[in-house]
């Protein structure tokens, strides 16, 4: 295969949930090269981390999140793209660590105390992840001094709150008035079933996402 056959057949693995070789799923691709082994081949033959990245994941990472927005897909299948997507990852960490390859940016994600739940905010944190931004995950119920702590480690990350439940909305609120009362300048953006952009504007908040690709939507509305 040449460079463009290459990421084309990456892109879909990625899109389609092809982990590896040995991966059973999808039934269509079985026993093809999944999305491991053709990243491995993409930097064996020349191809530059930042196309494979571009070009592929991001491509491919872009097409899962607009399904899932349409409701083409559900949750599972993005699971497994996004599972797909980070085996290929896992070749380009050594080229994002030497600086060879620049992310757009940090985003600090978080379900916020007293919520226990994490299926959106993982979703969330996989989307962005495959947009090419650095992703801090501080997993759930998380309190202010948490996001406080990685917010000093990380200044100019962008920061997301989630929530599932209405009975934790009132400690987002609370979160994101002590993060804005300390970093008056931090994006901070929401979201979660419960919550809207009404709810946004109240506590002060700068972005609602109702979706994983609105959250990418604005997050590189900011870098562009």
Same mark, same amino acid.
């Given at each position: 295969? #040449?460079?463009?056959?290459?990421?084309? +057949?990456?892109?879909?693995?990625?899109?389609?949930?092809?982990?590896?070789?040995?991966?059973?799923?999808?039934?269509?691709?079985?026993?093809?090269?999944?999305?491991?082994?053709?990243?491995?081949?993409?930097?064996?033959?020349?191809?530059?981390?930042?196309?494979?990245?571009?070009?592929?994941?991001?491509?491919?990472? #872009?097409?899962?999140?607009?399904?899932?927005?349409?409701?083409?897909?559900?949750?599972?299948?993005?699971?497994?793209?996004?599972?797909?997507?980070?085996?290929?990852?896992?070749?380009?960490?050594?080229?994002?660590?030497?600086?060879?390859?620049?992310?757009?940016? +940090?985003?600090?994600?978080?379900?916020?105390?007293?919520?226990?739940?994490?299926?959106?905010? $993982?979703?969330?944190?996989?989307?962005?992840?495959?947009?090419?931004?650095?992703?801090?995950?501080?997993?759930?119920?998380?309190?202010?001094?948490?996001?406080?702590?990685?917010?000093?480690? $990380?200044?100019?990350?962008?920061?997301?709150?989630?929530?599932?439940?209405?009975?934790?909305?009132?400690?987002?609120?609370?979160?994101?008035?002590?993060?804005?009362?300390?970093?008056? #300048?931090?994006?901070?953006?929401?979201?979660?079933?419960?919550?809207?952009?009404?709810?946004?504007?109240?506590?002060?908040?700068?972005?609602?996402?109702? #979706?994983?690709?609105?959250?990418?939507?604005?997050?590189?509305?900011?870098?562009?």
């Amino acid at each position: 295969m #040449d460079k463009n056959e290459l990421l084309t +057949k990456l892109a879909e693995c990625v899109e389609f949930g092809k982990v590896n070789k040995a991966a059973p799923y999808p039934p269509t691709m079985k026993g093809q090269d999944g999305a491991d082994e053709l990243t491995k081949q993409a930097l064996e033959i020349g191809i530059k981390p930042v196309d494979i990245l571009n070009d592929a994941l991001i491509f491919a990472m #872009d097409k899962v999140g607009e399904k899932f927005t349409q409701k083409k897909i559900f949750v599972p299948q993005m699971l497994i793209s996004a599972k797909a997507m980070n085996v290929a990852m896992e070749h380009l960490k050594p080229f994002f660590q030497s600086g060879e390859v620049k992310r757009k940016g +940090k985003f600090i994600i978080g379900t916020v105390s007293g919520d226990l739940h994490d299926i959106g905010k $993982n979703l969330v944190a996989m989307i962005v992840e495959g947009a090419g931004w650095e992703v801090i995950d501080l997993g759930v119920d998380v309190d202010a001094a948490k996001f406080i702590v990685a917010i000093n480690e $990380n200044p100019d990350a962008v920061v997301g709150l989630s929530a599932l439940l209405t009975t934790t909305m009132p400690n987002m609120q609370k979160i994101a008035a002590e993060i804005k009362s300390q970093f008056p #300048d931090v994006k901070l953006v929401i979201g979660g079933a419960p919550v809207n952009d009404e709810f946004r504007d109240e506590i002060g908040a700068d972005g609602y996402s109702p #979706d994983p690709q609105s959250a990418v939507a604005y997050l590189n509305a900011l870098v562009a």
